[in-house]
Every structure is written in structure tokens, then in C-alpha cells.
């Protein structure tokens, strides 16, 4: 059963997991119709199914989800698609690059999640080492997808390509 440190632990990626599923989803739909768009909605299915496991995850180990944690990262993803949308200020390269960018940023997190509760695995039952592995891997693969994808978006952005 998990406690103190580690329910806040897993409740703050659970969040971040939230968060990032939205995002991904909203990249996704930004880039329909672009050589990336199928890439970047195969990378969102990825995460939710990602974020389902964390939730699993943490049924296994007796950790209770924070709705108050869930309620503001639901409303800060909300407001995130202002700029996203080009409804905000900026142009729509620029937003979708640090789009982008956050969610890089966001499945370097996942990964270094999956990675530390792969050295706790031998104390909690719940954990399984091999599962964590994969999903650690899982992970690194998403984060070089979306390198690539920001890098691109960024050179078009930020005017040398």
C-alpha cells in the first residue's frame, strides 16, 4: 500500500498524465491533415493509454486519486487551448512549437516516473519491474517522436526554416 510521499508522488504525475493526454490530443487535432497527423494521434493514444496504467497503477498499490489535484489540472489544460488554438496571442507556429515543447518536457517526467518506480518495484508488490521497463521504454520512444516533430515545428517558428 502506497503512503504519504509516494501517494503525492503518484497523484502529481497522475495530474501531469491528465494534462499531457489533453495536450497530445490537442496537437493531434492542430496538425490535421499534415504529413505528422497520424504519427501525433498514434503519440495520443500512447499517453492516455499510458495515463490508464498510472491510474491502474495506483488502484494496485492502495493510493487514493486527489480530485482536487485532477479538478486543476483539468482547468489549466482547459486554459492552455487559448493559446494553442490561436485564439491567444502569437502566431499558431510558435504556440504549437511550445505546445510541443511542453509535452516533451511532460514524457521526459513520465519516463523518469516509470524509471523510479522501477527501483521500488522489490518493495511494493504492486510494481512490476518488467511492466516498468517496457513503459520506460515506451516512453523514450514517445519522447524522440516528439523531439523530431519540435524540432521541425521550431525550425518553421523561430524563422530558420
Not at 496504467?53 to 494496485?60: E, G, K, W
Not at 479538478?71 to 492552455?80: D, G, R
Not at 494553442?84 to 510541443?100: K, Q, R
Amino acid at each position: 500500500m502506497a503512503h504519504g510521499s509516494l501517494d503525492t508522488y503518484l497523484n502529481d504525475h497522475l495530474a501531469g498524465a491528465m494534462f499531457g493526454s489533453d495536450l497530445a490530443r490537442q496537437i493531434a487535432g492542430q496538425v490535421a491533415g499534415t504529413a505528422s497527423a497520424e504519427r501525433l494521434a498514434d503519440l495520443a493514444g500512447e499517453i492516455e493509454a499510458d495515463r490508464q496504467t498510472l491510474s491502474t497503477l495506483m488502484d494496485r498499490l492502495g493510493a487514493r486519486q486527489n480530485p482536487v489535484k485532477q479538478t486543476m489540472t483539468w482547468m489549466a489544460e482547459k486554459l492552455s487551448r487559448v493559446k494553442l488554438s490561436g485564439l491567444g496571442p502569437g502566431d499558431d507556429e510558435l504556440n504549437l512549437f511550445m505546445a510541443l515543447e511542453t509535452l516533451s518536457l511532460g514524457i521526459e517526467g513520465k519516463a523518469l516516473l516509470w524509471r523510479m518506480l522501477r527501483e521500488l518495484a522489490d518493495g511494493h508488490p504492486g510494481l512490476d519491474a518488467s511492466e516498468l521497463e517496457g513503459l520506460a521504454a515506451r516512453a523514450e520512444d514517445q519522447r524522440r517522436l516528439v523531439e523530431e516533430e519540435r524540432a521541425l515545428v521550431g525550425r518553421r517558428a523561430l524563422g530558420d526554416g
